[in-house]
Structures are given as structure tokens and as C-alpha cells.
């Protein structure tokens, strides 16, 4: 069975207006009204198929299709609605329109799963308005506590649990509701399916993630008095680092990555030679036991660096999400639907943290990737191919039909071995 392709896309067009920018893209920051309307969008088309509608306690959306077994566990497919600030217009969006396109199909065609299945929503997964990212599906899973999320507030001190209120996404929905299984379609955000000319990526687990705040520490002085000899000058034993750890992930580590995206220079000033330095440096590995040796090379590297500079160096970790492995008869179901519909198609490692990787501590898991164009992700000119996002919503419907089916069939084989 296949997905209106059509219908798809245009869901994906509609939802792109709602927070559009200049450059193609969208801003829709999490809880802010333009969040709220793209949800909007969403209730219209689930109650044209007669969804039941409920929220959870910290705001995650669920949309919900009846099944034959009412006792049975939810089937349930997501992502989330949220962006980055003039972020893409597919980087989670595509995954939640991909399960809707698959409620509509199954309705179309008045096909009834065993299993309830579920569309969920989940609230603030980008991080980019309240931190930490992953919200909605970590206070789900339980890795981050409820009243914290409650707390937590964005750089105008407005709280989550306010604009939870505001917004009327605050629900009763209890989380750590059990799910017999959970599906997450969405763009690979890297260059790997496009340049390996694939269009399905079967995803088997999420790589490890370190991140690690850095202070650098020398002395302020004058950038005209002060003679090279004898600075300490923080800004240019920083940058030896940052170029001596990249080369050292480089060469002993392939499959490693290393990123250092902030930097904050205390008291700037073109004439003054920098004497404290905060930056980040962000490790990932699909192994955790090479993320930690790639941890000793890098604290290594600091510590003998700022030595040879006199210059003072503190490294604490800022966050650690260990490699993840997704369950074995999800990822088979995904497989066996690929081979029947003929796509091309490869095994892949997340690189990127995704709502999955939370909900595969709660339950078996798994994600299906489809290419994005030039492999660009978290910017307006982030793209995909109409054909590849049918593709891949191909692939989540019969998974999940696959998924019902095996399940229904063992629950029967059961009860007849009981009687």
C-alpha cells in the first residue's frame, strides 16, 4: 500500500506558511503562537478523520485512531511542530505529517489496525526557545523530571508551565503512557542518502552525544604595550586547541565528530588581548566507549595546551546522551516494508538527537530517514523531493501495519496456546 503523495506535500506546503521567513523557511519557536497555530492546522485535518484529541502534562499533542483490540497498547507515530529560528521547513514537520498522511490513508481505504495507533506531537524537541532540546518526549520517557520543565523559563524569563496555560496546551494525559511500539519518519539532516543515491535510510540506533563547557583562562592587556613574548593571551591558546582537537579526532577517530559552536569572549575588545574565554565543544561517536576515549584525548590535549601557554583551563560536562540501539523487530518491520515496496535503501546511524531517542527508553523504537537536499538541515534553504517524502511515508505506513500485524498474531498464537 502507498500514501497519496499529493496530499502529503500539500500538508507539508500548508504548514510552511504558518511562521514562513523571507528565505523559504519557518520560524515557529515552541509554545509561541505561530507553534500554536501550526497545531491549529494540524486539529483541522485530524478531526476531517474523526481523531480523538488530548494533551499530556507537559503539552505534548496526541492524536488518536481507535483499533479492534481496545485493550491493546497504542502503535505510535510522531515528531514535532517546532523549529529553529528561521530554521527548515521539513526537520520534524515531515514526520508528523508523514503519520498523518497514513491516518488518512488507513481511513480512506477503512482499514481498522488491532492496535490503537497514535499521533503524537511532541512539545519543544528543538530547544531553540526552552532548554534543554528533546522537551516534550524527555518528560515523557521520565529522563527529565515535570516540575523542572514547569520551570524552566526563555531568555524573557517566561515560564513553560505559563505558556502551557496560555496556549490551552496543558493536559491531563498522564506521561509514561505504555506504547506497544514507536515509529519516527524524518529527514536524515546529513549528505549521506543523497550522495549514496538512497532513498530510504533504515535507521538502527542514535549516536552518543558529549557536550562540553570550557573556560580558558590568561590575562587581559593591552594590545599595543604588551610584547608577544610575553602575553597570555587566551584567544590564540583557544584557537590551538580548537585546531589541535579537530586533529586529533581526525586521526584516531573516523567515525568521530567534534563541533565547537559558541564562544564567548569576556569583556571583548579589538585592543585588548582576551583574558577569559568560554566556549563549547559538542563530540559525538556511534560507539560510547570511543566517545569516552575521544573525552581523554580532548581533556588531554586542553591540559597540555594550556600548560605550554600558562594559561589556565576548566572542563565540565554540560550533557552526555549515551549511544542508542532501536529495537530489533521495529527496525525488521521497517526493513521488510522497504523490500516489499523496492526502494533503495541502507542501514544508518542517527547523528543527530532526535524525540526517538528519549521514547526508545520508554519502549521499542525505531526511525525511517529520508534524503534532504544537499544534506542541509537547521536553515531556510532546507529541502526534500515530493517523490522521497512519499517514499518515506510508504515505508512508516506498512512498518506499521507490519508492526500490528505480528503483534495481533502473537497476542492470538498466545491465547490459543492458553485455551
Known sequence: MRVNAERLWQMLMDMAKIGATTKGGNTRLALTDEDISGRALL????????????YDEVGNLILRRSGQNQTALPIAMGSHLDTQPKGGRFDGIYGVLAGMEVLQRLEEQNIVTDHPLELVVWMNEEGARFTPAMMGSAAFAGVLPKQQVYDTTDKNGISVYSELVRTGQLGDYPLARPFQAYYEAHIEQGPVLERNQISIGVVTGGQAILWLDVETQGKAAHAGTTPMNMRKDTMVGTAEMIVAIEKCILEKFPQGLVTFGEMQVANSSRNTIPGQIQWTIDLRHPDDAALKAMEIETTAILSRLAMERDLEVRVSQHWLSPA???????????????????????TIVSGAGHDAINIA???????????????????????????????????????????????????????????
Do not use: R
Open 324 to 346: 542508542t540501539y532501536f529495537d530489533s523487530t521495529c527496525v525488521a518491520t521497517v526493513q521488510e516494508a522497504v523490500n516489499s515496496l523496492g526502494y533503495s535503501n541502507q
Open 43 to 54: 486539529l483541522e485535518w485530524a478531526k476531517q478523520i474523526n481523531l480523538s484529541i488530548h
Open 361 to 419: 527508553k520508554h519502549c521499542p523504537t525505531t526511525m525511517i530517514f529520508i534524503p534532504c537536499i544537499d544534506g542541509l538541515s537547521h536553515n531556510e534553504a532546507e529541502d526534500i523531493y515530493m517523490q522521497d517524502a512519499a517514499q518515506g511515508a510508504d515505508v512508516l505506513l506498512n512498518a506499521i501495519l507490519n508492526y500490528d500485524a505480528q503483534s495481533a498474531a502473537q497476542v492470538a498464537q498466545k491465547n490459543t496456546a492458553t485455551v
